[in-house]
Nanobody
């Protein structure tokens, strides 16, 4: 139901734009976000929307470099990643909450690999 795309191999300092499209079910894009899982590490939240889209959360490690955006009409969210570093290498997952009242992400995409070479 969630399809992530846009990953790839990029050199340090480069940029990528990830896209997440929902199908089969309509999610409020304000209930969607991005996680990542590096090899041997746990999956962590990278960015998501808060306060019904009035605010955006970013992990400290990506603040100032990544930008989360959304297109509700197309039921998509995007993650623009600039100034990429080798430590950004991970599988990136988009996720969605079932509704505004949900606290947990229950719907997950298949992941897209981002590899940043040094």
């Amino acid at each position: 139901q969630l399809q992530a795309s846009g990953g790839g191999l990029v050199q340090t300092g480069g940029s990528l734009r990830l896209s997440c499209a929902a199908s089969g079910r309509t999610f409020s894009t304000t209930n969607m976000g991005w996680f990542r899982q590096a090899p041997g590490k746990s999956r962590v939240l990278v960015a998501d929307f808060r306060l019904n889209g009035r605010s955006t959360y970013y992990a400290d490690s990506v603040k100032g470099r990544f930008t989360l955006s959304r297109d509700q009409a197309r039921n998509r969210v995007f993650l623009q990643m600039n100034s990429l570093k080798p430590e950004d290498t991970a599988v990136y997952y988009c996720a969605a909450k079932a509704n505004d009242a949900a606290r947990l992400y229950d719907y997950w995409g298949q992941g897209t690999q981002v590899t940043v070479s040094s």
